[in-house]
């Protein structure tokens, strides 16, 4: 696939704190949360009972009890609504900053120039780049060299990541994602579906 840089349309992004916040993501969503250290980034599903999709989500660990969830397709009060529906005594809180943040998909058959912009020679698995207005990282669903970028609004870094890169339309990106079986949650793999059924269970479930 050509290389490409794409805006996504009302992302969601939470961001959750409290000394409880780690153990209750955990119960909630289908990843170890205990391996993912301070500066890392993983996609995870929340299921059901019956293991099908409700939601997909990057959970970025940005401190010991704080993270980001960045969700392309899920409404922020949906998503919301979902995060605390189980909470009882648990020390954690849920904070709506989808109007803040603007999240953006790239695919590059040479990263190095655009890292080395960044302020990095090679991002490792799970790793992200924190830039002074938002956060770079390895998108794994985006097969080869495809990278999320989730930027306050207004930021300069979004031309220095989309210099030389085409911008492509809605229309495109949903054909090539589909061509790549990144499917989109939960409005393709949804409630009806288990993670099998779209192979999310390969990187999005421990």
Request: charged content about 30%; some cysteine.
């Amino acid at each position: 696939m050509e290389d490409f840089f794409y805006r996504h349309e009302r992302p969601t992004v939470i961001r959750a704190l409290g000394e409880d916040t780690e153990d209750y993501l955990q119960s909630q969503w289908s990843i170890d949360l205990r391996k993912l250290d301070t500066g890392t980034v993983r996609f995870g599903l929340r299921l059901s009972l019956k293991g099908k999709v409700l939601a997909g989500a990057h959970l970025v660990r940005l401190q010991e009890e704080e993270f980001l969830l960045i969700a392309e397709k899920m409404s922020p009060g949906g998503l919301n609504k979902m995060l605390e529906e189980n909470v009882v005594a648990d020390e954690v809180e849920f904070f709506d900053e989808s109007q803040d943040w603007e999240c953006f998909s790239l695919k590059m058959a040479e990263p190095e120039p655009l890292l080395l912009k960044l302020g990095k020679t090679k991002l490792e698995f799970a790793e992200f780049l924190h830039l002074q207005d938002g956060l770079f990282f390895s998108d794994q669903r985006i097969s080869g060299t495809g990278y999320s970028a989730v930027l306050k609004k207004g930021s300069s870094a979004i031309g220095k990541i989309s210099e030389g890169i085409r911008n492509i339309s809605e229309a495109e990106y949903n054909y090539l994602r589909m061509k790549e079986r990144n499917y989109s949650i939960p409005q393709e793999v949804g409630p009806d579906d288990l993670p099998q059924e779209a192979g999310l269970e390969r990187s999005a479930v421990d």
